[in-house]
């Protein structure tokens, strides 16, 4: 059985990924209203894998005898000044989500909690990954500044990603 502690936590990081998903969708909406579909593309793509980590959470809670909580989900942004603007937020979002993974690892290595850690290192992995993608576009988008060429044929590798 789960200690209460770690269920709050985690119905609390049930309601971050469902955010994240939040987020990525309500920036997808920019981006499709300046028809740069191949953000729209990357951005749609990552609003389903955070529903996927939520689920993650969801079912493993479950799996351990957990009380699932769901609690309001805040509204997200609409806009911002620029794509490179957009991206800087994505990553400063995963830099805080990080952060917050590694707090459920230091509360279960605190309690114990043998199966909440080794469940999170999934997560810990993920991080490293989601990180390092959207410091990759924010990268390539400060190389293009303010060239259209450049950020036409970014969006055009960027429509390439698919759903896993
Ligand atoms: Fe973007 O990794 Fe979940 O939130």
Do not use: C
């Not at 909406?29 to 729209?40: I, P, Y």
């Not at 993974?101 to 999170?120: G, P, T």
């Not at 988008?141 to 970014?154: C, N, P, R, T």
Request: proline residues 1%; hydrophobic residues 45%; without cysteine.
């Amino acid at each position: 059985m789960i200690s209460q502690k770690m269920e709050g936590a985690i119905n609390k990081q049930i309601n971050e990924e469902i955010y994240s998903a939040y987020l990525y969708l309500s920036m997808a909406g920019f981006f499709a209203e300046q028809n740069l579909m191949g953000f729209h593309n990357w951005l749609f793509v990552q609003y389903h894998e955070e529903l996927g980590h939520a689920e993650k959470f969801y079912r493993y809670l479950i799996e351990r005898g957990g009380q699932v909580r769901l609690m309001a989900i805040r509204e997200p942004e609409r806009s911002w000044k620029s794509p490179k603007e957009a991206f800087e937020a994505v990553l400063k979002h995963e830099r805080h989500i990080t952060g917050r993974i590694n707090e459920l690892v230091e509360m279960a290595e605190a309690e114990k909690d043998r199966a909440s850690f080794a469940m999170l290192q999934w997560f810990v992995n993920e991080q490293v990954e989601e990180e390092a993608s959207a410091q990759d576009i924010v990268a390539k988008l400060e190389m293009v500044a303010d060239h259209k060429q450049g950020l036409l044929m970014i969006d055009r590798a960027l429509a390439e990603r698919k759903k896993d």
